[in-house]
């Protein structure tokens, strides 16, 4: 089951899912449209290595727009800072996204109960497209769990994401032991 708009807004006012800054022209019959924070990034190296501290680049969004070039992987980030304490949060681009061939996430799609912070993107593109902060770039669909958390992603010490600022992150990959 997926959260209608009347149960966000229950949930919002219960304190368990938190939208800052918060727009109800934003709010959809069971989604919330999040929008392109004005950070975006690019990894330094060519070449990745998944062991390795892959370090970024940050750039800001000029007020006339950046155009994304296809292969070219960018980090981007959510205007929205979120907070959902006893849902899991499942971002997703918008159709209207994708119809101009921009992919928000490479995998990671979904968040976990306690997540907290401003989403960031893996988006990539098919063909060179020019985009804009704040314009909506995804949604946010909520999910109910079933059973009690253990422990909340906010709570894990090691959350490699949590608290996740308005400027994209790099992958933390290197921190796993393998």
């Not at 999040?34 to 990894?43: F, M, P, R, S």
């Not at 990745?48 to 006339?64: R, T």
């Not at 608290?163 to 393998?178: A, H, R, T, V, Y």
Request: include cysteine.
């Amino acid at each position: 089951m997926i959260l209608s708009d009347k149960r966000i807004l229950e949930e919002m006012d219960k304190g368990t899912i938190k939208i800052e800054p918060y727009n109800r022209e934003s709010l959809g019959s069971n989604s919330y449209d999040v929008h392109l924070g004005k950070w975006l990034a690019t990894y330094k190296e060519h070449i990745l290595d998944a062991k390795k501290h892959n370090q970024i680049e940050y750039f800001e969004i000029p007020e006339d727009g950046f155009v994304l070039y296809p292969h070219i992987f960018y980090l981007g980030v959510t205007d929205e800072y979120t907070e959902t304490h006893a849902h899991v949060p499942f971002l997703e681009g918008k159709s209207s996204t994708g119809r101009l061939g921009i992919d928000i996430h490479a995998t990671a799609g979904k968040g976990d109960v306690g997540f907290c912070g401003n989403w960031t993107l893996e988006i990539s593109v098919k063909q060179p497209v020019k985009i804009y902060k704040g314009m909506p770039i995804g949604q946010l669909i909520y999910f109910p769990v079933d059973g009690e958390i253990e422990v909340k992603y906010n709570q894990k010490k090691n959350a490699k994401y949590s608290g996740q600022p308005d400027k994209p992150i790099e992958s933390m990959m290197w921190k796993n032991l393998f």
